[in-house]
T-cell receptor, first 118, second 115 residues
Framework: AQKVTQAQTEISVVEKEDVTLDCVYE???????LFWYKQPPSGELVFLIR??????QNEISGRYSWNFQKSTSSFNFTITASQVVDSAVYFC???????????????FGRGTQLTVWP | DTGVSQDPRHKITKRGQNVTFRCDPI?????LYWYRQTLGQGPEFLTY????????KSRLLSDRFSAERPKGSFSTLEIQRTEQGDSAMYLC?????????????FGPGTRLLVL
């Protein structure tokens, strides 16, 4: 079974629109970590944010914000006032922890291709 | 501080040939990971090292694949007798694992095409 589901394969918006990328995860662990990465056309995965399972506070960084809800096992990512440079594939990932230490491997979703048109 | 580097960036080979990829992690990072990414998919874990020790291997890593990190610094991933199904992007990541606080930083990847 897929541990991380990104149901939106592709999203297209026009510049300055807000867009939300959905991520639903599945784990039996009580301690786990969630991540978002951006993969521009160049191919390199760029780290955006890490969240642990005990911290449900939403986070805002500039135009980016993240909404973590354990009750629905979701970790959604919103870009406000999107720009053409935001065009990329965005991946949500999960790392399961064993007795407080990360196990290492990341489980990735299939990604959401975001295209922002001028 | 330089990031993770991978060499080569692109590789075209014929089926049956052996290929070797290199990854240089961020200095002082003790963990090094290999992932494979096919078109339209997210990266899939292959294996990882903590210092010189290979701690975990995925079932995806068949007998034709071998990875090493001999001195706990750079790592190599070798694929023997390549098959067309091995065509993918091979991504390397490194991290400094200090308890639960670990973030993996990725290199640019090596894109492999097997003809």
């Amino acid at each position: 079974a897929q541990k991380v589901t990104q149901a939106q394969t592709e999203i297209s918006v026009v510049e300055k629109e807000d867009v939300t990328l959905d991520c639903v995860y599945e784990t039996r662990d009580t301690t786990y970590y969630l991540f978002w990465y951006k993969q521009p056309p160049s191919g390199e995965l760029v780290f955006l944010i890490r969240r642990n399972s005990f911290d449900e506070q939403n986070e805002i960084s500039g135009r980016y914000s993240w909404n973590f809800q354990k009750s629905t096992s979701s970790f959604n990512f919103t870009i406000t006032a999107s720009q053409v440079v935001d065009s990329a594939v965005y991946f949500c990932a999960l790392s399961e922890a064993d007795r407080g230490s990360t196990l290492g491997r990341l489980y990735f979703g299939r990604g959401t291709q975001l295209t922002v048109w001028p | 501080d330089t990031g993770v580097s991978q060499d080569p960036r692109h590789k075209i080979t014929k089926r049956g040939q052996n290929v070797t990829f290199r990854c240089d992690p961020i200095s002082e990072h003790n963990r090094l990971y290999w992932y494979r990414q096919t078109l339209g998919q997210g990266p899939e874990f292959l294996t990882y090292f903590q210092n010189e020790a290979q701690l975990e291997k995925s079932r995806l890593l068949s007998d034709r694949f071998s990875a090493e990190r001999p001195k706990g610094s750079f790592s190599t991933l070798e694929i023997q007798r390549t098959e067309q199904g091995d065509s993918a992007m091979y991504l390397c990541a490194s991290s400094l694992a200090q308890g639960p606080w670990e973030t993996q930083y990725f290199g640019p990847g090596t894109r492999l095409l097997v003809l």
